[in-house]
């Protein structure tokens, strides 16, 4: 694992929708590994194949992870609970992404426990994907490293709400500490788009389907053209 100095600049995020061929661990490290020699300060990498695919082949890299998946009963499905804590972990991530809104958890979980066990039993950095200034608030207060406004827009509270989170950033670093990292996460189209997160107060910009999401951007090219 790399030695976590604070966020700076872009991270990639290398992911691929399920059915992808793009979805291959070696396809997402090979991306991540271009993403790092250009200029990227790290990745972001869904499920533990992906992230240890990545280690392998770029032991040194900044890797941000997270575990998809879903369960009856909660809408909560980034890193939903303490066994995809534990494998994002042991998979090689140096900070684990969990969804901290304030949705219901699986099994009734809180999100207070969970990131006091990952520090207390694994000495985890966790960032906190989050959909309003009050749960990023709230998530840094509870111990998490790095705040990142991934899902705004994203929740049953933000529906009416279209990344970036332009409205979060300011009022988020104005009320942070200053060791709690800031991450504009979502929606970032353009390299303007990027920049004009930091100039708000973000620390680093993630940006994904932009430039990894091949799949999403070649079908949009082909509906507008058919």
Request: negative net charge; hydrophobic residues 45%.
């Amino acid at each position: 694992m790399a030695l976590l100095q604070p966020p700076s600049g872009l991270i990639v995020s290398v992911q691929a929708p399920p059915g992808s061929p793009l979805r291959d661990p070696e396809v997402i490290a090979a991306m991540a590994e271009a993403s790092l020699r250009n200029g990227a300060s790290g990745v972001r990498l869904e499920s533990p194949e992906h992230i240890g695919a990545v280690r392998r082949r770029c032991p040194e890299a900044l890797i941000v992870g997270l575990w998809k998946r879903t369960t009856p009963g909660s809408p909560v499905y980034i890193t939903p609970g303490w066994e995809e804590i534990q494998a994002v972990w042991a998979a090689g991530a140096d900070v684990v992404a969990v969804d901290a809104t304030e949705r219901p958890r699986p099994s009734g979980v809180s999100l207070e426990e969970l990131i006091a066990r990952a520090d207390h039993h694994l000495g985890a950095p966790l960032m906190a994907d989050v959909d309003s200034v009050a749960n990023g608030l709230e998530a840094a207060r509870l111990g998490c490293r790095w705040v990142g406004t991934t899902l705004y827009g994203y929740t049953e509270a933000t529906t009416s709400s279209r990344p970036p989170a332009w409205d979060l950033l300011a009022p988020l670093r104005q009320q942070l500490p200053q060791s709690t990292a800031l991450i504009c996460e979502g929606g970032i189209a353009s390299p303007e788009q990027a920049a004009r997160a930091l100039l708000l107060g973000a620390d680093a910009v993630v940006v994904g389907t932009a430039i990894t999401g091949v799949d999403l951007q070649v079908s949009a090219y082909a509906r507008a053209l058919n």
